[in-house]
């Protein structure tokens, strides 16, 4: 168990619609990740918040958005959502920011199907 | 910019025979490297990490990888490989910019009994 928490694990939707994604990050961790793995993308970093504030962005479209609340918990939102949304969107937590040689911890990931 | 570059898109191997994973980096100061392994389903789990020092790095598993500054490679090793370790493997280095992770395209392992 890594610590970090994602919530839906699995999600079905229809092209159009607007999802949400949650993450919690490991208990101390300042820094939340968005990772997009699809089959004919990999691994792409979209998004990185640190201490609520956007510290990184990677190749997020526009139509998707994230935030870092207060309590550090993240949110990606996914709206007008297309058939080639359909993938595995991971949320990472690190602690200190600058701290290259930390690793990421990775929660199980959230599953969105786009029918 | 820093990236990584994993060669294969496959290894298979035996039971009990020594494993080898490749992976290649290019990055404009000192590299920050790591592999991470993902099962069926699941999330990617943190194996072991190069940061200075020990060329020959320890990690989770009993995996191991060998940092080459000359040859640029960080390449994933276990010296008698389980049917469990069968899984998809990746090799990421940090960006030097921001502290995000830049992984390569992935390797899967596939260990017949």
């Known amino acids: 168990d890594s610590g970090v928490t994602q919530t839906p694990k699995h999600l079905i939707t229809a092209t159009g619609q607007r999802v949400t994604l949650r993450c919690s990050p490991r208990?101390?961790?300042?820094?939340v990740y968005w990772y997009q793995q699809s089959l004919d993308q990999g691994l792409q970093f979209l998004i990185q918040?640190?201490?609520?504030?956007?510290?990184a962005k990677g190749n997020i479209l526009e139509r998707f958005s994230a935030q870092q609340f207060p309590d550090l918990h993240s949110e990606l939102n996914l709206s007008s959502l297309e058939l080639g949304d359909s993938a595995l969107y991971f949320c990472?937590?690190?602690?200190?920011?600058?701290?290259?040689?930390?690793?990421?911890?990775f929660g199980e990931g959230s599953r969105l199907t786009v029918l | 910019a820093q990236s990584v570059a994993q060669p294969e898109d496959q290894v298979n191997v035996a039971e009990g025979n020594p494993l080898t994973v490749k992976c290649t980096y290019s990055?404009?100061?000192?590299?920050?490297l790591f592999w991470y392994v993902q099962y069926p389903n699941r999330g990617l789990q943190f194996l072991l990490k190069?940061?200075?020092?020990?060329?020959l790095v320890k990690g989770s598993y009993g995996f191991e990888a060998e940092f080459n500054k000359s040859q640029t490679s960080f390449h994933l090793k276990k010296p008698s490989a389980l049917v469990s370790d069968s899984a998809l493997y990746f090799c990421?280095?940090?960006?030097?910019?921001?502290?995000?992770?830049?992984f390569g395209t992935g390797t899967r392992l596939q260990v017949f009994p």
């Open positions: 190069y940061i200075t020092g020990d060329n």
């Open positions: 990421a280095v940090r960006d030097e910019r921001t502290d995000k992770l830049i």
């Open positions: 918040y640190y201490n609520g504030e956007e510290r």
């Open positions: 990472a937590s690190s602690g200190l920011a600058g701290d290259r040689g930390g690793e990421l911890f």
């Open positions: 208990s101390g961790d300042l820094s």
């Open positions: 990055v404009s100061g000192n590299p920050y």
